[in-house]
């Protein structure tokens, strides 16, 4: 099993539907989750932190079911601009080791 | 905003030759790293480090790579005698402390020739 693994898109989606995106990870000491985006050329930019008890910011919610060791994201609405990879991230503050999964891309349609 | 900054943002250079990127981490953040991207590829974790030390490393960091943060602002990765293999984008990232979300750089992209 690889450490993280994504869905491997793309995902081209119509603009104002929803999408979700799925990572599991095989390490169970794995203790803080995130996901990034990337866009064409630039450097991840942190989207959200993903806790337990899940998070929602605006038209983004985050879930983390660790019993099963995957994590989602939801985009609901979504826009042009949300067009862009979307990297789970996965730290093991044990050994310090921190893996991406190599990231799901999202094409928003007009 | 405070923000991760990196230089040069384009390094040319010809097989063999030795490369510093240089870093300047948010300044009240305490852990740094370096990561690597081939063009098309995933973000590949090469070092940690932390409290003037590598905390971690991968094994993509070999004895080629090292990593010094000489004055208290800059940190930077030194490849000692490129390989054409070694042409990527390289991050810089910093975080407050090993579960906190990290913030990367610009990057730096190098092609060696």
């Known amino acids: 099993r690889k450490e993280v693994e994504q869905d491997p898109g793309p995902f081209n989606v119509p603009e104002g539907a929803t999408v979700a995106f799925n990572c599991t990870y095989s390490?169970?000491?794995?203790?803080?989750f995130f996901w990034y985006r990337q866009d064409c050329r630039k450097e991840p930019k942190l989207l959200m932190s993903?806790?337990?008890s899940g998070n929602e910011d605006g038209r983004f919610t985050a879930q983390l079911n660790r019993a099963s060791q995957y994590i989602s994201l939801l985009i609901r609405d979504s826009k042009l601009s949300d067009s862009a990879t979307y990297l789970c991230?996965?730290?093991?503050?044990?050994?310090?080791?921190?893996?991406f999964g190599k990231g799901t891309r999202l094409h928003i349609l007009p | 905003e405070p923000e991760v900054t990196q230089t040069p943002s384009h390094q040319v250079t010809q097989m063999g030759q030795e490369v510093i990127l240089r870093c300047v981490p948010i300044?009240?953040?305490?852990?740094f790293y370096w990561y690597r991207q081939i063009l098309g590829q995933k973000v590949e974790f090469l070092v940690s480090?932390?409290?003037?030390?590598?905390?971690?490393k991968s094994e993509i960091f070999d004895d080629q790579f090292s990593v010094e943060r000489p004055d208290g602002s800059n940190f930077t990765l030194k490849i000692r005698s490129t390989k054409l293999e070694d042409s990527a984008m390289y991050f810089c990232?910093?975080?407050?402390?090993?579960?906190?979300?990290?913030?990367f750089g610009p990057g730096t992209r190098l092609t060696v020739t």
């Open positions: 990232a910093s975080t407050h402390g090993g579960i906190y979300e990290q913030y």
């Open positions: 390490n169970s000491a794995s203790q803080s």
């Open positions: 993903v806790y337990s």
């Open positions: 991230v996965v730290n093991s503050v044990r050994d310090d080791k921190i893996i």
């Open positions: 300044s009240n953040h305490l852990y």
């Open positions: 480090f932390y409290n003037n030390e590598i905390s971690e």
